[in-house]
Structure formats: structure tokens, C-alpha cells
């Protein structure tokens, strides 16, 4: 069994900062891109940033200079560090991951994390 589990989620203000943690669990091989997606109410889910296992980040246009991504090999943990964040960016965020285990390699979600922007 693997799992993903998000946590940083909150409140904040516009302008303010928030960092979103991902930890991947069970019997893990390895894991390949991890990246971070988010679904604002009546909007489709998108993607907001990738990480691939090297180190490479790529991101939506709406966050690059604002969200930077990052992960932890030998821990098995991601995260994204958002800084001057804006009404626009409250959405459900969510991890996904790219995992191989001792069966088989698959995506896999996390539950999701709410972020919301606003004074």
C-alpha cells in the first residue's frame, strides 16, 4: 500500500506565504515526478508545478516567480513554498506522484489541501 498525504493548507492573507507539505508512504522503490496540481471551485483541476526526480521544475505561468517546488529524495517528501499569493490561487491543492512500488509503478493522489486567499 502507498499513500500520499498532504498538510499546510490554511488561511492567509493576500501577499502572505504558505507552505503545502507531501509525504509518500509504504513500500516504495522509488518515485519519479512529483508535481502539484490545484481545482478552484467550478474550475477543472490544473497543474501548478512538476519536479522531476533529478531535480528539474517546471510551473504554470500563473505561479513562476511566486511557488517554488521541491522535494526530499531520501525522504520521500515534497513540498511547495508560495510566497505573494493572491485571491486567485484559492483552490484545493493537491499532490501527485509518480511512484514505483514493490508491484507496480502508478500515479498517485493525495487527498487534497485547502488554500484560501483572502482578507
Known amino acids: 500500500q502507498v499513500q500520499l498525504v498532504e498538510s499546510g493548507g490554511g488561511l492567509v492573507q493576500p501577499g502572505g506565504s504558505l507552505r503545502l507539505s507531501c509525504a509518500a508512504s509504504?513500500?516504495?522503490?522509488?518515485?519519479?515526478?512529483m508535481g502539484w496540481y490545484r481545482q478552484a471551485p467550478g474550475k477543472q483541476r490544473e497543474l501548478v508545478a512538476t519536479i522531476t526526480s533529478g531535480g528539474v521544475t517546471d510551473y504554470a505561468d500563473s505561479v513562476k516567480g511566486r511557488f517554488t517546488i521541491s522535494r526530499d529524495n531520501a525522504k520521500n517528501t515534497g513540498a511547495l513554498q508560495m510566497s505573494s499569493l493572491k485571491p486567485e490561487d484559492t483552490a484545493v491543492y493537491y499532490c501527485?506522484?509518480?511512484?514505483?512500488?514493490?508491484?507496480?509503478?502508478?500515479?498517485?493522489w493525495g487527498q487534497g489541501t485547502q488554500v484560501t486567499v483572502s482578507s
Open positions: 501527485n506522484a509518480k511512484i514505483t512500488s514493490i508491484w507496480y509503478t502508478r500515479d498517485y
Open positions: 509504504g513500500s516504495i522503490r522509488s518515485i519519479n515526478a
